[in-house]
């Protein structure tokens, strides 16, 4: 029986990945067989990733460096990737940012503008471009976005990031359907997961309020995993502009 989560022969580009969701995904499909692209601005932490990762697995893992939010900079990523690899059959568009302020009036542009640059305009352009080429090669391929809860169920303290990730919702559906049949793009609307960002929250006031989720716990890293190996590979290949929710139940 074909194993419709083994993603042998292909190549994942995953960014974000030298840490939390990305990294437990990047792990994750190069375990599945998958060859793995490992993108962020650090270049360091992207390569000790990488080969971390290879020498576990045995795949071919590499890791390069890109801003998202720098358009530009995604042409020069999507053409490393295809030179080294000559093919990207899965992108996971993972990096994002949602940075604190104390009062919507205290949003600066700059702030507003690089929440919606790394969290939506930067998958746009990437799946843009790795996209076309999916179809141009013929093979197709799937896109997974990860947006939020908090582009259902905003807050005043994240509203720039709820926003952006809203749009990525919505982008979602669109490319969907300009992208389809041969390519399938779906987004997992992530809950509360405790990466390395959350060492730096009160965690007393994070159990309170965790009791309010139906799990009553935030998430592990390694819990997105089985939502992206789904929707990465064959096992997902009648869903596209989906939204699976991984949020332990968060009302």
């Keep these: 029986m074909h194993n419709v989560f083994d993603l042998s022969g292909r190549t994942s580009l995953v960014t974000g990945g030298s840490r939390g969701l990305g990294l437990a995904m990047a792990e994750a499909f190069a ?17 000790a990733a990488a080969d971390t990762i290879a020498a576990r697995t045995g795949r ?20 490393a990737v295809y ?38 305009k930067g998958p746009f352009r990437l799946s843009a471009l790795v996209g076309e080429r999916m179809l141009a090669d013929g093979r197709g391929g799937s896109i997974v976005n990860i947006s939020s809860a908090a582009s259902l169920r905003p807050r005043s303290h994240t509203l720039p990031y709820a926003m952006a990730k809203a749009g990525l919702n919505a ?25 390395d960002v959350s060492k730096a929250w009160d965690m007393d006031a994070f159990e309170h309020r965790a009791q309010t989720f139906a799990l009553q716990r935030g998430g592990r890293p390694d819990e997105i995993v089985g939502a992206a190996l789904f929707l990465a590979g064959d096992a997902s290949s009648y869903a596209t502009g989906s939204m699976l929710t991984v949020d332990g139940g968060q009302p």
Excluded: Q
């Excluded at 067989?33 to 650090?42: C, Y």
């Excluded at 590499?62 to 990523?77: I, K």
């Excluded at 992208?179 to 779906?186: C, H, I, M, S």
């Design 60 to 79: 071919r893992v590499v890791g390069l460096s890109a801003h998202v939010g720098h358009w530009d900079e995604l042409s020069d990523l999507v053409d």
């Design 171 to 195: 982008m979602t559906v669109g490319l969907a359907h300009a992208l389809g049949p041969k390519v399938r793009v779906n987004a997992i609307i992530a809950g509360t997961f405790l990466t």
């Design 31 to 47: 375990e599945a067989g998958s060859d793995v692209v490992i993108a962020s601005r650090d270049r360091t932490a992207c390569e």
């Design 83 to 120: 030179e080294r690899f000559g093919r990207v059959d899965v992108l996971v568009n993972n990096a994002g940012m949602s940075p604190l302020y104390d009062t919507l009036g205290s949003v600066t542009e700059a702030l507003f503008d690089k929440v919606v640059d790394v969290n939506l």
